[in-house]
Every structure is written in structure tokens, then in C-alpha cells.
């Protein structure tokens, strides 16, 4: 049970809010209709268009230290991390999944800016298209919703 106040975050983006958006290069088919739903919402959270910047990464793998890049140039309130990787028949999946997480856990913490995890992890192909805009929604939309909310949650934390 709770007590006492929630302090939440709206998703609606704080004026002059700033975000990246780090998209792989890898498997566009899925990494392309995450970046769409990732820029759609945060047209619809009232980021403008201006304020919203597309880095292409080549792989999962680069995400950490282009987000790493971006945030020391404090020029961004967020990063939207999205893209995908799949389980294939070796473990590289595992390797590279467990570098990325904690890869931009430290980012985030150590420049103190949310980066927001739209990646589809794991699963098939088909799995993951009904996590790019399916059945199962866009991860790369959700993303984006749970930047907006961050940055306005922080915003009022800092009051």
C-alpha cells in the first residue's frame, strides 16, 4: 500500500526538450519500424521534429558508446536507444545483449541522462516484428513514451 504522494511524470515533454535517438543499422527491416513508432510518439509528447536527432549505429553492440558520445556533449535531456537483436545459433546473442544493458546502464548513470531501452532482445523473427509495431506493440514507441515521462519526472524531482 501506498503512502503519501506519487510524484510521476507526464508524458508530455518539458519545453525545449532534446532527444537522441540511436538506431542500429542492423536488421533494418525491424530497426526501421522501431525508429518510426520511436519518433511518432515523441511527435505526439510534444518533442518537436527540430529537437529530435537520428544517430545510426552499425550494430547492438556500438550502441553504448555512441550514447556515451552523445552524453558527454550534454547538448540532450534523453537517449532512445532502438533496435533488435535475435537469438541465432550461437551465444554471441548472449554476449553481445549482456555488454549493451550494461553498457547504457553506465552510461546513464555516469552522465546522469535516461536512455531508454527500445531494443527487441531476443526471440525469432516473427516474434520480433510483433514487437516492431504488431501485436505486441513497438518497443521503439514505448521507448520513446518512457523518455518523456524520465525527462518530466527528473524535471519535477528538480524543482
Same mark, same amino acid.
Given at each position: 500500500?501506498?503512502? #503519501?504522494k506519487?510524484?510521476?511524470?507526464?508524458?508530455?515533454?518539458?519545453?525545449?526538450?532534446?532527444?537522441? /535517438?540511436v538506431a542500429?543499422?542492423? *536488421?533494418?527491416?525491424?530497426?526501421d519500424?522501431?525508429?518510426?513508432?520511436?519518433?511518432?510518439?515523441?511527435e505526439?509528447?510534444?518533442? $518537436?521534429?527540430?529537437?529530435?536527432?537520428v544517430f545510426?549505429?552499425?550494430?547492438s553492440?556500438e /550502441?553504448?558508446?555512441?550514447?556515451?558520445?552523445? %552524453?558527454?556533449? *550534454?547538448?540532450?535531456n534523453?537517449?532512445?536507444?532502438? #533496435?533488435?537483436?535475435l537469438d @541465432?545459433?550461437?551465444?554471441?546473442?548472449?554476449?553481445?545483449?549482456q555488454?549493451?544493458v550494461?553498457?547504457?546502464?553506465?552510461?546513464?548513470?555516469?552522465f546522469?541522462?535516461p536512455i531508454?531501452? @527500445?531494443?527487441?532482445?531476443? @526471440?525469432?523473427?516473427?516474434?520480433?516484428?510483433?514487437?516492431?509495431?504488431?501485436?505486441?506493440? *513497438?518497443?521503439?514507441?514505448?521507448?520513446a513514451?518512457?523518455?518523456?515521462?524520465a /525527462? $518530466?519526472?527528473? %524535471?519535477r524531482?528538480?524543482?
Amino acid at each position: 500500500m501506498q503512502k #503519501g504522494k506519487a510524484v510521476e511524470g507526464e508524458i508530455v515533454a518539458p519545453a525545449g526538450a532534446r532527444i537522441a /535517438i540511436v538506431a542500429t543499422r542492423w *536488421n533494418p527491416d525491424l530497426t526501421d519500424r522501431l525508429l518510426e513508432g520511436a519518433i511518432l510518439a515523441l511527435e505526439k509528447g510534444g518533442v $518537436s521534429e527540430r529537437a529530435v536527432e537520428v544517430f545510426r549505429a552499425p550494430g547492438s553492440f556500438e /550502441i553504448p558508446i555512441i550514447c556515451q558520445a552523445l %552524453a558527454k556533449k *550534454n547538448k540532450f535531456n534523453a537517449i532512445v536507444a532502438v #533496435g533488435a537483436l535475435l537469438d @541465432g545459433e550461437t551465444d554471441h546473442y548472449t554476449w553481445v545483449a549482456q555488454a549493451l544493458v550494461q553498457g547504457l546502464v553506465r552510461v546513464s548513470q555516469d552522465f546522469d541522462i535516461p536512455i531508454t531501452f @527500445g531494443l527487441i532482445t531476443g @526471440g525469432d523473427l516473427d516474434a520480433a516484428l510483433e514487437r516492431a509495431g504488431g501485436k505486441a506493440g *513497438n518497443k521503439g514507441e514505448e521507448a520513446a513514451l518512457a523518455a518523456i515521462e524520465a /525527462i $518530466s519526472l527528473i %524535471a519535477r524531482i528538480r524543482e
